[in-house]
């Protein structure tokens, strides 16, 4: 009996913790019975979320828009750009500069993400709302370094920018660019 369950452990043990977790997370209104009911909660918390959420982006937006773009250089209006895309959700306009890197080697390097691709699509979405939490946690930011650096894959280009947050202090963030043949695009943001 041990023989058979030797090669089989890593498996068996998945299972249970897929069942256990089915079990305990079970939504199924005949469990919860017992439990006390409380009403009309999840609305205020509904509607308490979407006005910071609201308030959040109208910030981001107020951020973006003061910015002068006159006095950036091409990796700063990227990154410009690309926030202020994502704070309007216009995810066509963040894929321009957006480096594709995925599966096809052809575009690797040289191509921005392509929104009619489902999966692109959905990297280029969870790029935005990464910068947009960003932004909506930001009281201001402003472009702090910017360098060039020569690379084996050719010349990269950081942009560093420094996210102001009430009550939280700063957060520096990175921007990565390298040169393609459809100019400056992001590589790379930590």
């Not at 480096?99 to 009619?116: A, V």
């Not at 959905?122 to 650096?149: H, M, P, R």
Request: hydrophobic share 40%.
């Amino acid at each position: 009996m041990l023989m058979l369950l030797k090669g089989r452990a890593p498996y068996l043990l998945l299972l249970v913790v897929v069942f256990s977790s089915f079990a305990c997370n079970n939504k199924n209104p005949e469990n919860r019975d017992n439990e006390p009911k409380v009403e009309g909660t999840n609305d205020i918390v509904d509607l308490n979320v979407s006005s910071i959420q609201d308030e959040q982006s109208s910030n981001a937006e107020i951020l973006v828009d003061a910015m002068d773009v006159s006095k950036l250089n091409d990796c700063q209006k990227n990154v410009q750009q690309l926030l202020g895309s994502c704070v309007d959700e216009n995810y066509s306009a963040a894929a321009k500069v957006i480096m594709y890197r995925g599966s096809d080697e052809r575009r690797n390097g040289q191509d921005s993400f392509n929104l009619l691709n489902a999966s692109e699509a959905n990297t280029v979405k969870v790029t935005c709302d990464v910068i947009s939490a960003w932004l909506g946690e930001s009281k201001s930011y402003e472009f702090i370094t910017y360098q060039e650096e020569e690379t084996e894959f050719g010349m990269q280009y950081v942009v560093e920018v420094l996210f102001t947050q009430e009550k939280l202090g700063v957060k520096r963030h990175l921007f990565y660019f390298m040169d393609t043949p459809k100019g400056k695009l992001l590589v790379n943001m930590i």
